[in-house]
């Protein structure tokens, strides 16, 4: 059960290819009925484990393949052979007992291949299934991040049935998967089902209505509190004791001021009572703090696997009580684990429908603006990426914009790129994956400035590899699917220049919070160059490439007016050892000509040595072309190019502004883990005896300030 995910699926996917090519029928039944099954009834006949030393993980998983081989190609000889269904469900209970998630995993999908048009064993089976659900052991307890990733991670194993699942977590949601096909056939019942099985692991927790808002003492209740009255009540009695142990403090110091020694000691001895007693109801109060969070994990998992097997029509009106009654709470609770489950139950549900969406929108925003980097935020990024892929909320009718308590999607996207700053390497490669998709499905409408981030991050290189293996995919198909897309990656590549430009124009107040300490300007250009090559286009770009509209072109103008605006700075020095990679061999004559204009230009305006150089070998190449192609220069062409110089103009001042207007505040700051303002109407906020988890402030390299180099090679 250690083996890679892929590993185990081969091993599943060989034993069947055993049993269902290289043995009968015959064989298959006598293995199961001479050897499996006699081992496995043996245990359940002595009160001790220990013939179940016999029947390993091994065993088990044969025993599952062959009797699905047997339900595939011989149902009439597996039931024969299969034990009845009360001695299925009592091995099931018994490795439920165990711990042995492997082997409860392999017996429930043994179970499972029963006669199921027998109404005798789906019942059967459904309340085995009912138990596993109320009974079976949950821990998610730990506050590491990558730790919780890996638990959430196996919540969404797919191919449940070939995979080998390890954890509680993954066998909840198997038994539930099982429940959602025995009850294929009445698919409105589903969804009931499960609302009474998570009614019934949450029934100790629940408050009576009438006494919601104001607290009734046990004593005068004639019904059994509630694990939340006992624990509020177990918390105003310890406030209690801890006042009167404090007040007597205060007396003994008095008493002691006045050497009255005799009833000091008095008042020692009365606060040591109190403090047994306050230990004591300590130890009650821990107790009944962990039967809270039990009874709430198991509840959460319970509705998480419902709505996830659940369809848009199938949704009870129950499940609105479920987020009033459950999902709220549990954001109130301190444990971020649960918080982290609570809000993923609350985004699947609103998976299921674009109003239910619009309606809880307001949470996400609430948690992403706290900018903390916690499993909660985590799980809220992931749903508020669903939400953008599944429904277009930048469309103009998507948002009713009578309703005060929906959000545009414009904010969330703001929201979204909060949290590419996060020093957690995990949640800025969640985010960037996700900004790569929602381009790709058109979910944004203003691209070239998400493409610049994109390439930063790319070429980073304290970038998280998965973000990179990532982004490399994207960068290269995104530019070979529309003309638009190929034009975009280039304006966005001019933003990458001026983002850089103006952290050295700043003297180290930076507008941007990337290191560009180790970034090779040479490297972006040229990947850039790369995909927006001419005949790379070509020959591969999924439209129709027109040489007039020539990229390749349109950055070397762009360099060319900025170089010649600014010789004496920064973009004087740098840009000219661009220029001179070019390849002008993709220009046409109008192009050749002007460019041989402008380097002619440049070679008299520019006075640092190694730039003139670049120039001048660049002017040499262009004279080679010029003299060939013997055109001369089109002025109304170069009307053109400077109309669109000047578009970029524009569109680079409106970013720059963009980030000096929200450099502080949002887009581009590093990430604090605290939230920016106060929020009104907070939904999760914690009750005086829920001491919020701090986030330690994370030491991450990659958002320490350092001294700037640009690496621009000759």
């Not at 065993?59 to 269904?85: A, F, G, W, Y």
């Not at 809220?380 to 914009?401: H, I, N, T």
């Not at 090559?533 to 007016?561: G, I, M, R, T, V």
């Amino acid at each position: 059960d250690t083996l890679p995910e892929d590993m185990q699926k081969d091993i599943t996917k060989g034993l069947k290819f055993v049993c269902e090519e290289l043995m009968n029928c015959q064989e298959l039944s006598d293995l199961l009925e001479e050897v499996i099954f006699p081992t496995l009834l043996e245990g359940l006949k002595t009160p001790t484990k220990e013939p179940q030393t016999r029947v390993t993980s091994t065993s088990m998983l044969l025993m599952r393949v062959v009797v699905e081989t047997l339900k595939k190609t011989e149902e009439s000889t597996l039931e024969k052979v299969l034990p009845d269904i009360d001695t299925l469900c009592q091995l099931v209970s018994f490795y439920q007992q165990s711990g042995n998630t492997l082997m409860l995993q392999n017996m429930i999908l043994t179970a499972h291949c029963c006669d199921l048009g027998e109404e005798v064993c789906r019942e059967k089976l459904l309340e085995t299934y009912k138990l596993i659900c109320q009974e079976l052991p949950l821990a998610l307890n730990t506050e590491n991040l990558s730790e919780q990733l890996q638990i959430s991670k196996s919540y969404n194993k797919l191919g449940k049935e070939e995979c080998f699942l390890e954890s509680s977590g993954e066998i909840l949601g198997l038994v539930i998967y099982l429940i959602k096909h025995l009850l294929k056939e009445y698919e409105s019942e589903f969804c009931r089902v499960m609302i009474e099985i998570i009614n019934e692991v949450r029934d100790p927790l629940v408050v009576p209505q009438e006494e919601e808002y104001m607290m009734v003492m046990i004593e005068d209740t004639q019904r059994p509190p509630s694990l939340l009255e006992k624990k509020q009540v177990l918390n105003q009695k310890l406030k209690s004791l801890d006042d009167e142990i404090e007040a007597l403090e205060n007396e003994k110091e008095a008493l002691i001021d006045r050497s009255e020694y005799h009833e000091a000691l008095q008042v020692k001895q009365k606060m040591d009572e109190l403090l047994n007693q306050a230990n004591a109801l300590e130890e009650q109060l821990e107790s009944v703090d962990s039967q809270v969070k039990n009874l709430l994990v198991r509840s959460l998992l319970l509705t998480l696997e419902m709505l996830r097997n659940s369809k848009q029509g199938e949704i009870a009106a129950e499940v609105s009580e479920l987020i009033q009654t459950l999902i709220y709470p549990a954001l109130k609770y301190s444990e971020n684990s649960i918080q982290a489950l609570a809000i993923e139950c609350l985004g699947v549900f609103c998976l299921l429908k674009a109003s239910f969406c619009k309606e809880y929108l307001y949470m996400f925003k609430i948690i992403l603006e706290k900018k903390q980097d916690t499993m909660l935020e985590y799980t809220a990024l992931k749903l508020v990426m669903d939400f953008f892929m599944l429904f277009d909320f930048l469309k103009e009718d998507s948002l009713e914009e009578s309703d005060e308590m929906l959000v545009t999607g414009d904010c969330l996207l703001e929201r979204l790129l909060d949290y590419l700053e996060s020093p957690d390497p995990h949640i800025r490669t969640l985010v960037a994956e996700g900004l790569c998709k929602m381009i790709m499905l058109e979910r944004i409408k203003n691209v070239p400035p998400y493409l610049a981030r994109l390439l930063m991050f790319f070429f980073d290189p304290e970038s998280p590899t998965p973000l990179k293996q990532a982004l490399l995919m994207f960068f290269t198909h995104y530019s070979l699917l529309t003309q638009e897309n190929a034009q975009n990656l280039a304006e966005s590549f001019k933003m990458v220049l001026a983002a850089i430009i103006q952290q050295l124009d700043s003297s180290g107040s930076s507008l941007v919070t990337f290191d560009f300490s180790q970034i090779n300007l040479n490297r972006i250009f040229s990947f850039v160059f790369l995909y927006l090559d001419p005949q790379y286009l070509k020959s591969h770009a999924k439209f129709a490439y027109s040489h007039e509209n020539n990229l390749h072109f349109n950055l070397f103008y762009f360099l060319c007016k900025e170089t010649q605006k600014h010789s004496d700075t920064h973009q004087g020095r740098i840009y000219p050892r661009m220029l001179c990679q070019a390849n002008l061999n993709s220009f046409n004559p109008a192009q050749v000509c002007l460019a041989r204009k402008l380097l002619y230009e440049l070679s008299k305006d520019v006075k640092d040595k190694t730039a003139k150089n670049c120039i001048f070998k660049a002017l040499e190449a262009a004279n080679k072309l010029g003299d060939k192609f013997s055109a001369q220069l089109d002025s109304e062409f170069e009307v053109v190019c400077e109309e669109k110089y000047e578009s970029s103009l524009d569109a680079l001042d409106r970013f720059i502004q963009q980030l000096r207007q929200n450099g502080s505040e949002t887009l581009l700051t590093p990430f604090k883990g605290e939230p920016t303002e106060e929020i009104s109407d907070d939904p999760i906020e914690y009750s005086a005896d829920e001491a919020p988890l701090k986030r330690k402030a994370s030491n991450n390299p990659s958002t320490s300030n350092k001294k700037l180099k640009i690496y621009v090679s000759n």
